[in-house]
């Protein structure tokens, strides 16, 4: 559970998201809908900027990435690839009283006293049966113990005579369906009866007597639903995709899923991309948008939310047998040092330093947009968690204000981003399920097979065999078919053919607003002489995520000449970045908005912009967020001098 104080800090997060318009509950006026958010006007801002950036860091500014943006519901052959039909589940357990599901590994533990219940007795036509069954129900645990009680009085003759059809009457009369609840300390036993009696009433049992009640202790357990208090269910695999269906008809031949990752339409569209970007192996492709994952419990705000958008890039390299087939060797990176530049790609990185590059890049875009390195973690995923095919993931984390901390006290962060390194298993998946080739053709590779010396040629020709035939071993192929395919795929080395690995920099969207809106998050209390007490919020956004750029001020409002000169500055910005004209209330009030908002910098016009100084005509005061201190600046360089501080 998060400490108190934590949770306090989200509780203020969370109303000053909704007070300033960043964050509200999608649907509110009808009481919300649990896992949905709207982004409100600063939010819609924050969000675009953060994924104009990311696009631009990721597509524009390199040489070797690619855009796609592909549609959220595909065929969904692309579901059955993946994997996500068969395995993307979340093991869940039911309350048996509310319906209501929870994570099997997300029970909070719990400790009191348990009643158990065997099962119920129906009211029976003869009055006889029901009240000898009345008498002894704590003791009727099963249907020998309640023929020993009916036997025992008077109905033996019954029993003896026609033992079948008795035993039919038994099954009859009782519901043999446990059901137990668990109680805090000081809680009377009613109320324990009161709760089975209601899920045995659901059940459509009327006026039932409860058989069989038993009592235990329990410490710390996590079988109880936290709410109800009802012995969950065995834990099942629940799917998270969200169903539809495509067309009219609402049958099985017409289902399809919401994306639960934009992953997946990037290996799919891989062969297009490659065929018209003229692109070559090492390259990626990018795309930002909407995932969808019918998440069990949705929590901690926008982190787990039920519809969100992803920032997925799958960078596609050679495999590390092609790489020592063209330069010989495998070059490694050393850990990168953050203070300088990241070290260039080189044409002989095998996949782990292309994987450390882009936890380093991945890194280094955080930095860039305001979270420092302290405020981010790291989590390599152990043997045990990586996905069969992934051969490494490490997990960028932020310390949000929820993150537990370990026993000495650090918080280690939770997921912002992953970043895997998947092998060639996707393209492998769809070459498989499509029955499209999707691997790639290169000259390179081609030249430098002919020149290797043959006990070179045989252990890499080995090694990519294994690997392959790994992979379709895993997939479920015979070992048959399984060993004739890898020595197909094998044998394509020599005619310079391949299947590209892929790592995959993924990011959340929501994730990333939430994590810059807590790292924002500042507020100050000052008390003045009276003992008067006054909040001053501001959210120190990096000046290149912050929703508004610069609040714009004439001194005074009722001077026309001064409105009319802020239009004009305000104008003169509005084609380039996202400014606010205000002209109501005190200045000091404008600058406390524009801080709540993030603004990080104000501009007032004035007196001096008009010429009462000859000196300062056409200079405007910039005033800072951060520490409050201005600067006189020209109108003529303010757009240069803001956008080098906003790109
Ligand atoms: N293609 C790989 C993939 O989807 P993931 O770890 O399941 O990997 C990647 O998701 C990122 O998407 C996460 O690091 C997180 O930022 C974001 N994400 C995943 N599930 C989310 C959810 N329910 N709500 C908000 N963001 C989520």
Request: aromatic share 10%; with cysteine.
């Amino acid at each position: 559970m998060a400490e108190p104080k934590e949770n306090l800090q989200m509780e203020k997060i969370v109303s000053l998201c909704k007070r300033r318009g960043f964050v509200f509950q999608s649907s509110e006026i009808y009481g919300g809908i649990n896992g949905f958010w709207d982004y409100g006007p600063l939010g819609a801002e924050l969000k675009r900027n953060v994924k104009e950036l990311w696009w631009n860091a990721m597509t524009r500014q390199r040489e070797d990435v690619a855009g796609l943006e592909a549609t959220i519901i595909m065929s969904p052959k692309i579901w059955e690839a993946s994997g996500h039909v068969a395995t993307f589940a979340d093991l869940m357990r039911e309350c048996p009283l509310t319906k209501k599901r929870v994570r099997a590994d997300q029970v909070e533990p719990q400790s009191g006293t348990v009643y158990r219940f065997a099962g119920v007795a129906r009211k029976t036509e003869n009055k006889d049966i029901h009240r000898i069954v009345e008498e002894f129900a704590p003791a009727i645990t099963d249907k020998n113990s309640l023929r020993d009680k009916l036997s025992a009085n008077h109905y033996s003759g019954v029993l003896n005579e026609v033992p079948d059809a008795f035993d039919g009457f038994l099954d009859q009369l009782v519901v043999w369906k446990q059901f137990a609840v668990i109680l805090q300390p000081g809680k009377p036993p009613e109320s324990a009866r009161k709760i089975a009696k209601e899920f045995y009433l659901a059940l459509g049992e009327k006026d039932p007597v409860l058989l069989g009640e038993s009592i235990s202790k329990v410490e710390n357990s996590t079988n109880f639903h936290p709410e109800s208090g009802a012995e969950l269910t065995e834990a099942r695999p629940f799917n998270l995709m969200f169903k539809t269906y495509v067309g009219p008809v609402e049958s099985d031949d017409n289902v399809a899923y919401l994306r639960p990752e934009t992953a997946q339409a990037i290996f799919a569209q891989f062969k297009n991309v490659l065929e018209t970007s003229r692109q070559k192996v090492p390259f990626g492709i990018a795309q930002v948008g909407k995932a969808f994952r019918n998440e069990v419990t949705p929590r901690n705000f926008t982190f787990r939310s039920r519809e969100f958008e992803q920032m997925e890039l799958e960078f596609f390299i050679k495999p590390d047998e092609v790489i020592e087939a063209i330069h010989g060797s495998v070059a490694t990176l050393e850990t990168p040092d953050p203070k300088s530049k990241t070290p260039d790609p080189q044409p002989n990185w095998g996949w782990q330093a292309w994987h450390q590059y882009w936890v380093e890049e991945r890194v280094r875009f955080y930095e860039g947009i305001g979270l420092d390195r302290s405020t981010l973690g790291f989590h390599r995923q152990t043997p045990a968690e990586l996905a069969h095919y992934a051969r490494a993931c490490t997990d960028i984390l932020f310390k949000f204000p929820f993150s537990k901390k370990d026993a000495d006290g650090n918080v280690a962060g939770d997921e912002l981003e992953g970043i895997a390194a998947r092998s060639d298993f996707d393209l492998s998946q769809h070459q498989r399920f499509s029955g499209k080739p999707m691997g790639v053709f290169d000259d390179e590779l081609r030249a430098a097979w002919a020149k290797l010396p043959k006990e070179k040629s045989d252990d890499l020709w080995r090694r990519y065999y294994e690997n392959r035939k790994n992979y379709l071993l895993k997939s479920g192929v015979e070992a048959e078919p399984a060993s004739k395919q890898a020595t197909e795929d094998a044998n394509g080395l020599a005619k310079g053919q391949y299947i590209p690995h892929v790592i995959e920099p993924s990011a959340g969207v929501d994730r990333l607003i939430l994590a810059l809106i807590a790292n924002a998050y500042s507020e100050v209390t000052n008390t003045d002489d009276k003992g008067k007490s006054e909040t001053i919020y501001t959210m120190k956004f990096h000046p290149r995520v912050a929703p508004i750029k610069a609040g714009i001020f004439p001194l005074l409002k009722n001077k026309p000449e001064l409105v009319k000169k802020a239009q004009e500055v305000r104008d003169l910005l509005r084609p380039w970045m996202n400014v606010y004209y205000d002209e109501t209330g005190s200045i000091g009030k404008r600058y406390a908005r524009q801080d709540e908002a993030g603004t990080p910098f104000c501009v007032t016009i004035d007196f001096d912009t008009l010429g009462e100084k000859p000196e300062l005509l056409g200079t405007v005061t910039l005033r800072h967020r951060d520490d409050g201190n201005q600067e006189r600046l020209k109108i003529s360089e303010l757009r240069d001098w803001l956008m080098a501080r906003i790109r």
